[in-house]
C-alpha cells in the first residue's frame, strides 16, 4: 500500500480566527458511499484554515469521517482518514489507462462491477451464500455483503475513548428497522462504540442491520440522509457556523438516457432538502421573535413564572449561518459512483473537496453570524459564490 499522505500540503492562506460571536462551528456530513472522500478534503481545508469543528455529525459514509476526526486527537485527523481511505481503495485495476472521458467511463465502470462482486478491502465483503438461498432467519439471509472488515477498521482508526471522553460533540443518525424512527446516537447521552456508526452506515439491502441494545437499525439516509435538523433542534443559544457537506444535489439536468435517469433518481432520493429544513426553523425562528415581542408588551404582574421564563428565554435567540458544499458530479461519472471505490476517484474527490472549501473559505463574508433577530443565513456555495459580496 502507499504510504504517502493522501492530502497535499497546507495551503498557504494561513489559519483563519473564527467570527465574532459564533459559539459553535459545526460539520454535517451527508451520506453518498465512495464519494465521501469529498468530505475528507472539506475537514482538511477547515483544520488547515483553523476552523476545527466542535460538534461533528454525520450520516452513513458522513457518520464514518465524523467519527474518524472526532477520534481522534487534532493532529492527528488527517493522516487517520487517510488511512481509512487508502485502505478501503487499496486494490490494483489497471496498470496503467488511457486519458479522455471515456476511457474514465470504462474505468469507472470496471471498478464499480468489481465492487459488486468482490466487496472492497477493510470495508465488506460479499457473503459465501446469496440470500437468495438462504432460509428466513438464517444470519446471512437480509443482506448481500459482510461488515466485519469495517468493524475492524473503525477499531484501528477512531479512538472511542476519546469520542466518549466529549472534547468534540459527535452524533450519527440511524433508522430503527422495527419502528421506522430515525434516531441520533450522540456522545452527549449515549457511550458509542463501533455499532453506533456501522449502524448509521447500513444501507440495505447491501449492508446487514444492526443491533445494539434490544434493537436493530439501518442507514440513516433510509430516513434523512443529513443530520441538520439534529444540530437546528437543539435547545441552546449558541450561534453556530455549519459546514453543511452534501454528496448528492438536489439539482440536476434533465435526463437524457435510461443511466441519467437512475442518476438522477439516486441525487433526488438522497438530496438533503437543505432548504426545506432551515425554511422550517426560520418560520419557528419568527414565531418565537413575535411571542417574545407579545411577551414584553405584557406588564411585569400579569405574567406568571413560566411566561417570564420563556420571555427571558426568548430574548436570546440563537443565529445560525450554515454553508452548504455539494459535491459537483463529473460527466464522466454515472449512477454507480457512489460504490466507484477506486483509488483514482477517491483522490480526485478529496481533492475536489480541498479546493471548493479553500475557495469558499476566501468569502469572509459568509462566515459571519447574522444579526439578532435573523435566524437563519443560508449560502449554497456553488450556485452562490459568483454574486457579489
Known amino acids: 500500500m502507499d504510504t504517502k499522505p493522501i492530502h497535499p500540503g497546507f495551503s498557504p492562506t494561513g489559519r483563519m480566527s473564527r467570527p465574532e460571536r459564533c459559539d459553535r462551528i459545526a460539520l454535517v456530513l451527508q451520506g453518498g458511499g465512495a464519494l465521501g472522500a469529498y468530505q475528507a478534503g472539506v475537514y482538511q481545508a477547515l483544520h488547515e484554515a483553523g476552523l476545527d469543528p466542535d460538534w461533528i455529525s454525520g450520516v452513513s459514509i458522513g457518520g464514518i469521517n465524523a467519527a474518524i476526526i472526532a477520534g481522534n486527537p487534532m493532529e492527528q485527523r488527517l493522516e487517520a482518514l487517510s488511512e481509512f481511505w487508502r485502505r478501503i481503495t487499496d486494490r490494483t485495476l489497471w496498470l496503467s489507462a488511457p486519458d479522455g472521458d471515456i476511457?474514465?467511463?470504462?474505468?469507472?465502470?470496471?471498478?464499480?462491477?468489481?465492487?459488486?462482486?468482490?466487496?472492497?478491502?477493510?470495508?465488506?465483503?460479499?457473503?459465501?451464500?446469496n440470500p437468495w438461498l438462504l432460509p428466513a432467519g438464517a444470519k446471512d439471509s437480509t443482506s448481500y455483503y459482510d461488515t466485519a472488515p469495517l468493524r475492524q477498521t473503525l477499531t484501528e482508526v477512531i479512538d472511542f475513548d476519546l469520542i466518549n471522553r466529549k472534547t468534540v460533540r459527535f452524533?450519527?443518525?440511524?433508522?430503527?428497522?422495527?419502528?421506522?424512527?430515525?434516531?441520533?446516537?450522540?456522545n452527549q447521552t449515549d457511550t458509542i462504540v463501533p455499532e453506533h456508526v456501522m449502524a448509521s452506515g447500513a444501507l440495505p439491502p447491501g449492508f446487514p442491520m444492526v443491533k445494539i441494545g434490544t434493537d436493530h437499525y439501518w442507514d440513516g439516509g433510509v430516513v434523512s440522509n443529513t443530520p441538520l435538523q439534529h444540530l437546528l433542534a437543539q435547545d441552546d443559544n449558541l450561534n453556530s457556523l455549519v459546514f453543511q457537506v452534501d454528496l448528492f444535489s438536489a439539482r440536476g439536468p434533465l435526463p437524457r438516457t435510461i443511466q441519467d435517469v437512475m442518476g438522477r433518481e439516486k441525487d433526488i432520493v438522497y438530496s438533503s432538502r437543505t432548504r426545506q429544513?432551515?425554511?422550517?426553523?426560520?418560520?419557528?425562528?419568527?414565531?418565537?421573535?413575535?411571542?417574545y415581542e407579545a411577551l414584553v408588551k405584557v406588564p411585569e404582574a400579569d405574567l406568571s413564572d413560566e411566561q417570564r421564563a420563556m420571555r427571558d428565554k426568548l430574548a436570546d435567540l440563537p443565529q445560525a449561518t450554515i454553508?452548504?458544499?455539494?459535491?459537483?458530479?463529473?460527466?464522466?461519472?454515472?449512477?454507480?459512483?457512489?460504490y466507484e471505490f477506486s483509488a483514482d476517484s477517491m483522490h480526485e474527490h478529496w481533492q475536489n473537496g480541498l479546493d471548493d472549501t479553500r475557495r469558499t473559505l476566501t468569502?469572509?463574508?459568509?462566515?459571519?453570524?447574522?444579526?439578532?433577530?435573523?435566524?437563519?443565513?443560508?449560502?449554497?456555495?456553488?450556485?452562490?459564490?459568483?454574486?457579489?459580496?
Request: hydrophobic share 40%.
Open 103 to 129: 476511457f474514465r467511463q470504462w474505468r469507472n465502470a470496471f471498478s464499480a462491477m468489481t465492487t459488486l462482486f468482490q466487496g472492497q478491502p477493510g470495508f465488506f465483503e460479499p457473503h459465501k451464500i
Open 277 to 291: 429544513v432551515t425554511d422550517m426553523f426560520a418560520r419557528l425562528q419568527r414565531w418565537k421573535t413575535r411571542a
Open 323 to 338: 454553508l452548504q458544499l455539494i459535491y459537483q458530479r463529473k460527466n464522466y461519472e454515472s449512477n454507480t459512483r457512489d
Open 171 to 186: 452524533s450519527v443518525g440511524a433508522v430503527n428497522v422495527v419502528s421506522g424512527n430515525f434516531v441520533f446516537f450522540d
Open 363 to 389: 468569502r469572509q463574508d459568509w462566515l459571519s453570524i447574522p444579526p439578532q433577530g435573523v435566524g437563519i443565513v443560508t449560502h449554497d456555495v456553488h450556485r452562490d459564490y459568483d454574486k457579489p459580496a
